[in-house]
């Protein structure tokens, strides 16, 4: 593990999907307004952080990766600020487009004495219109495919990831030799045939495949993975399974990577962090139980953090020293 973790650095990582705005803004309330029963929140600060796909990117630098965003923006002040920020952290803007057709999805928590009171959101979420599909594709086809070590699709449903995007990209993925990598969620969720690792939860697979398997049935969850990767073509499958773990399999071989015990603060944002170590090992060549190992390591750790954070990974290092 500490080997693998090594040679992250520098490491190519096309990151497809769906980014946004995580925007907070911070205050106190002193008094309820006199124009209706609800608590007038007088602001003091405010942030924007970067979200969903971004996220992603974000865990990769972490890691020591070179993570390449490929998203649709729009073409407003948000998708400014959006790139000022990918900017500050050092993520590659190229493959941002931005169109006319979308607004950049914003989600705006209003945050007073340290409860959120609500949250607005901004977003469009229909499929991308054929024109911009096309001018996305060609830009990662051309530009950025070609250069990259291995490509995750990062699906938040927004609308950025289409089916035939998927076709294409996958395809000519492939024609480059390069591994494909998938966090996905229901829309899409059938969409990605021959991928090389597909990456649910299990509330995912469920939704997604329309099966209520329960993992504690492991003869008729193991053949519902089965059906689910023969009816897709799928080389690899890693369904993270909250308090139990991971399991993984190549179609024939059932792995189960139990979940180390941590103290949990806040789950948000692991996922995230699991397909950007799992994709990450799926480059370097790496068997299915060292991606499981080192990328359920790596999903506990940021458990114990408040918020979405990416891993540390000098403390991931430390850890996974441990266990060995």
Do not use: W
């Amino acid at each position: 593990m500490q080997d693998t973790i090594s040679r992250f650095e520098g490491l190519k990582v096309l990151v497809i999907g769906d980014v946004m705005i995580d925007a907070y803004q911070i205050g106190t309330v002193e008094r309820i307004s006199p124009e209706a029963p609800v608590p007038v929140v007088a602001i003091r600060e405010k942030q924007n952080r970067l979200g969903g796909a971004a996220n992603v990117a974000m865990n990769l630098v972490a890691l020591g990766a070179k993570p390449i965003l490929c998203s649709v923006v729009g073409n407003d002040p948000e998708a400014d600020d959006l790139i000022a920020i990918l900017d500050k952290e050092h993520i590659s803007v190229a493959g941002i487009v931005k169109s006319a057709e979308r607004i950049t999805t914003t989600k705006t928590r209003v945050m007073a004495n340290t409860h959120q009171l609500l949250r607005i959101d901004q977003e469009i979420t229909t499929p991308l219109s054929e024109y911009d599909t096309y001018v996305f594709a060609q830009k990662i086809i051309k530009d950025i495919l070609p250069a990259c070590d291995v490509v995750i699709f990062e699906d938040y449903d927004k609308g950025v990831i289409t089916p035939g995007l998927i076709e294409q990209l996958v395809t000519e993925a492939h024609r480059l030799g390069k591994k494909v990598a998938v966090d996905p969620k229901k829309r899409n969720f059938l969409n990605y045939h021959k991928v090389d690792l597909f990456k649910p939860n299990l509330k995912e697979l469920k939704e997604g495949f329309k099966r209520d398997v329960d993992p504690s049935d492991k003869a008729s969850f193991e053949q519902a993975v089965k059906e689910l990767m023969e009816s897709m073509q799928l080389k690899n499958i890693m369904v993270t399974l909250s308090e139990r773990g991971v399991m993984i399999s190549d179609g024939e071989n059932f792995e189960y990577m139990p979940a180390h015990i941590r103290k949990i603060a806040d789950v948000s944002g692991a996922g995230d962090t699991v397909i950007s170590v799992a994709a990450l090992c799926l480059a370097l060549g790496l068997k299915n139980r060292e991606i499981a190992g080192l990328a359920n390591l790596a999903g506990g750790l940021v458990c114990e953090e408040v918020g979405v954070v990416p891993v540390n990974k000098d403390l991931l290092r430390r850890e996974a020293n441990s266990i060995e």
